[in-house]
DNA sequence: GCTTGACCTTGTCGCAGCGTCAGGGTTTCT
DNA sequence: AGAAACCCTGACGCTGCGACAAGGTCAAGC
């Protein structure tokens, strides 16, 4: 036989053949004169055993322990390695499958955030918010939470969300005083009214769990992020919110 | 942020990131004096969507897509595309896994077929052969059969595997008598007789289902693979069941 | 002042399992 | 005789980075 012929036998390439050839799969069977390879039925039952066993998911080269092994003892160790590796990829597979799904149907049922997909409980929060009056503001504040969706490791998320929520309902009035602020000097007037509001919505604990400015990182590049006035009502917010915390310790 | 604070942040590695910036997907941000890059916030938030999206098992000009398509309508487009994929992924790796557990369950109740994995109906009819007598003539005849294996589409094999099971109870005998003729010549007249026990188990229609001879291709390999006097046998044991076929007929 | 260690920079190779040219020869059918 | 269908070797491409190499930079400790 020759290489198409043993290959379509087999049903593999002609170019899997010679790789294997290469790979030292499969021994290279002896030429006809005019340069062909020559394939018998020990090649073909050869292939067939490497297909076999590709086609379980192993390996090339745990292909070729397995062939060198001779006695199925090597075997099986691979083929116990292999299902757990299995059941890994199904497990990852199904949970990317089950996340793409609730997407989807949001998705589709009215419209995705515009951040892209998010975890469940930031959807959540992001729907409760509704529509919102065209905002600069609102639209950095989703951005960052978007964020914070993904910096935030998973246990810590539905906590995070919840005090979220506790704020969402003032989320209008708030964006307003700060979309104010966009072009006010950092002593404006407005920043202290802004402050006290944003403040009020704050948890009290929210400056011990902030780095310390000035320590480099993300809190410095937002606050860098946001216009002088609107930083500074922010900064004084937290403030704000870090002494009442302590006052009530 | 330097790009070990991004990275570190949303949950990649500093090489993911310029590779990132490489392949366009992120810009590349200002540099410092010292020639590091300087990351603001907008990069961290992304480089989250494009951690977000990747998560989901996008690829990476597909995500390119998605940001550029800057409103929803392509990204639909793209999941729905994954979801796909990702049921047609899921659904290789059960049956995988499924072949899998059945071979391990098999392999370690007691043995596995030396051919390495095969179909069930295979390992049933390898089964059923049991324990025969040391012979070079079944050896073959197990690696051929785990050749068709292979070979024959998914629904002859059963068809295929009921023909076998008919001869399964004179497998032994007919070893034997092949067995006795590796060093004999063609005109052996033990030919005769191994010829007749051969066709006494062979299916009526084999004649016309097997490609002519030296049309190439296995048969011919096949033949060329056993010893003169063998080949001669099987040979005339196939024209004979051929004949009584129609015969019938 | 000098070293050490943890960062950063660009650039290159490697990976799995082939697919896909390119640039030639052979065989076979018409 | 020409076209179609094979075969040969050799080389690059693909995905998403990991892992070097061969440097520069910066903060801290001695």
Redesign the pocket.
């Known amino acids: 036989m020759?290489?198409?012929?043993i290959a379509a036998l087999v049903g593999?390439?002609?170019?899997?053949v010679?790789?294997y050839h290469q790979s030292g799969l499969l021994p290279e069977p002896p030429r006809r004169?005019?340069?062909?390879?020559e394939y018998g039925v020990r090649d073909a039952v050869l292939l067939a055993r490497i297909r076999r066993l590709?086609e379980l998911g192993l390996?090339?080269?745990e292909v070729r322990d397995v062939l060198a092994d001779d006695e199925g003892r090597g075997l099986v160790e691979v083929l116990e390695e292999l299902a757990e590796d299995l059941a890994r990829q199904e497990a990852v597979i199904r949970a990317r499958r089950e996340h793409l799904t609730t997407l989807l149907t949001e998705a589709r049922a009215g419209r995705l955030p515009a951040e892209g997909p998010v975890s469940p409980e930031l959807a959540a929060l992001l729907a409760g918010l509704g529509e919102l009056p065209e905002s600069p503001m609102a639209a950095k504040d989703r951005e960052i939470l978007a964020l914070l969706d993904v910096v935030v490791p998973e246990e810590e998320r539905a906590r995070l969300m919840e005090l979220m929520h506790g704020a969402a309902g003032s989320a209008r009035e708030l964006y307003a005083l700060l979309d104010a602020l966009a072009d006010a000097a950092p002593d404006d007037p407005r920043v202290d009214g802004a402050a006290r509001a944003l403040a009020a919505v704050l948890p009290d604990g929210i400056a011990v769990e902030l780095p310390p400015e000035g320590s480099g990182g993300l809190a410095d590049s937002f606050f860098a992020d946001l216009a002088p006035a609107q930083s500074a009502a922010v900064r004084r917010a937290i403030r704000l919110a870090g002494e009442r915390g302590e006052g009530n310790r």
Not at 2 to 5: D, K, N, V
């Open positions: 020759r290489i198409g012929e593999v390439t002609p170019r899997a010679r790789h004169p005019n340069g062909y390879r590709t390996g090339l080269d």
